[in-house]
């Protein structure tokens, strides 16, 4: 068996007009929410043995924050270029490709990919994956290349707004 979640980065800033789209940092909620949600799986005994980031600093930063509340092991910290700007095809490859000693995986990643990723894989629809939203995946697959289209039930959707209105 194996589990994917799927995290989209926390709410980045549009203060500083002067920033690329991958230099954005987070905001104010952005730096509420991250730490709130890492708590929140972490109380739901969620084990993960790796964690997939995009280079965007907001993704960057979301995943630092995952990592040090969940004990990511620094070598199982992975920054994923790909990750930036993937649709389906990409995550699909990258999901393909992770070592099976991994159990348990997380990729921080963006909307729209994640959103239209988690509907490839999943059992049910999702309208959105919310920023900070996650969604968790069991795979009765021992290796993660045999991951495809439907192969997943979704077990898990926490997002932010859950918890504040």
């Known amino acids: 068996m194996k589990k994917l979640f799927l995290l989209r980065h926390a709410k980045s800033s549009w203060e500083d007009s002067t920033l690329s789209d991958i230099e954005r940092p987070l905001n104010k909620r952005g730096k509420r929410d991250a730490p ?8 739901k005994e969620i084990l993960v043995d790796a964690i997939y980031s995009s280079h965007a600093i907001r993704a960057l930063k979301t995943a630092e924050i995952f990592s040090k509340e969940l004990n990511i092991k620094k070598e199982n910290f992975i920054v994923e270029e790909k990750i930036y700007e993937a649709g389906i095809k990409e995550l699909c490859n990258l999901v393909n490709d992770i070592p099976d000693e991994y159990f348990s ?16 894989l ?4 999702i309208d959105n994956i919310p920023t900070c939203g996650i969604v968790g995946f069991e795979f009765r697959l021992k290796k993660w290349e ?15 707004k859950k918890y504040f209105k």
Do not use: C, D, W
């Open 36 to 43: 709130f949600m890492a708590k929140l799986i972490r109380q």
């Open 146 to 160: 045999e991951i495809e289209r439907g192969s997943g039930e979704i077990f898990l959707f926490e997002y932010p």
């Open 122 to 125: 999943g059992n049910k629809y």
């Open 105 to 120: 995986v997380m990729i921080v990643g963006h909307n729209p990919g994640l959103t239209s990723f988690a509907n490839f």
